[in-house]
Nanobody, 124 residues
Framework: VQLQAFGGGLVQAGGSLRLSCAAS????????VGWFRQAPGKEREFVAC???????YYADSVKDRVTISRDNTKNTVYLQMNNLKPEDTALYYC???????????????????WGQGTQVTVSS
């Protein structure tokens, strides 16, 4: 199983980015895919996830600015981020798990597979 996250970059506050997470080596449609982020000196935190059935969940800090979606034909999950703020600066990771239960979707340790991370930097 391999996950590859890409699409990060440097953007000004108020700008937008779309991150992608491309998966291989798994029956993608059966997996919950989550996005997490980690800023320097801080713990990894949940951003959003999309379940195998298409249901989506967001962290309160981003829910009005972020949309997660998936294209099972391309084995890819997208994270559209709008109105970016300097506090969104972090390394963004995608993760996948097939067996994760709903109550655990925000817990990074419950995901089996991880991508390498893509850096998002938002300047003020």
């Amino acid at each position: 199983v391999q996950l590859q996250a890409f699409g990060g970059g440097l953007v000004q506050a108020g700008g937008s980015l779309r991150l992608s997470c491309a998966a291989s080596g798994l029956t993608f449609s059966r997996y919950t895919v989550g996005w997490f982020r980690q800023a320097p000196g801080k713990e990894r935190e949940f951003v959003a996830c999309i379940r195998y059935n298409g249901y989506t969940y967001y962290a309160d800090s981003v829910k009005d600015r972020v949309t997660i979606s998936r294209d099972n034909t391309k084995n890819t999950v997208y994270l559209q981020m709008n109105n970016l703020k300097p506090e969104d600066t972090a390394l963004y990771y995608c993760a996948a798990d097939q067996q994760i239960i709903l109550s655990s979707i925000r817990a990074s340790e419950q995901y089996d597979y991880w991508g390498q991370g893509t850096q998002v930097t938002v300047s003020s």
